[in-house]
């Protein structure tokens, strides 16, 4: 079972990636892009995802 910060912070990422849908296609949306909106680094992006494409 995963620690209430990992959850937090993931639901943090995943909303970020989703409102970052409305603008941007898939295809076209980077790690980079979700760090940025999300204000964390690359390590806490991939520290808390394992795979961007089976989380959404």
């Known amino acids: 079972m995963a620690n209430k910060t990992y959850e937090l912070m993931h639901k943090h990422i995943m ?13 076209k949306l980077t790690v980079k892009q979700i760090c940025e909106a999300a204000n964390i680094n690359r390590n806490t992006f991939y520290r808390n995802t394992k795979r961007l494409y089976i989380s959404i």
Not at 15 to 27: H, K, N, Q, V
Request: proline content about 8%; glycine content about 8%; cysteine-free.
């Open 15 to 27: 909303e970020t990636a989703a409102g970052l849908f409305s603008t941007i296609p898939f295809s």
